[in-house]
């Protein structure tokens, strides 16, 4: 999975290689459809120290071609 998100990321275009290799640890979940990554989701977890709280930052990325 780690993998496939890489090579889905470095195909769209849409981050760094450094952003790229640090999203990879996060990742939670990839979409598949028709044999291809349709899609990508990945969490952070970090301390709110403010509100003396852990929060999840979840990011989704859906190709172009899968949008509607």
């Known amino acids: ?12 275009d849409v981050m760094s290689p450094e ?4 999203r990879a640890g996060q990742l939670c979940a990839l979409a598949y459809a028709d044999g291809k990554v349709a899609g990508a989701l990945t ?3 970090y301390d709110f120290l403010r509100l003396r709280s852990r929060f ?3 990011r ?3 190709s172009p071609d899968f949008r509607q």
Request: hydrophobic share 50%; proline share 0%.
């Open 1 to 12: 999975m780690i993998r496939d998100a890489r090579e889905f990321w470095r195909g769209l």
């Open 19 to 22: 952003d790229i290799e640090e």
């Open 43 to 45: 969490v952070h977890l």
């Open 56 to 58: 999840a930052y979840f």
């Open 60 to 62: 989704t990325i859906v």
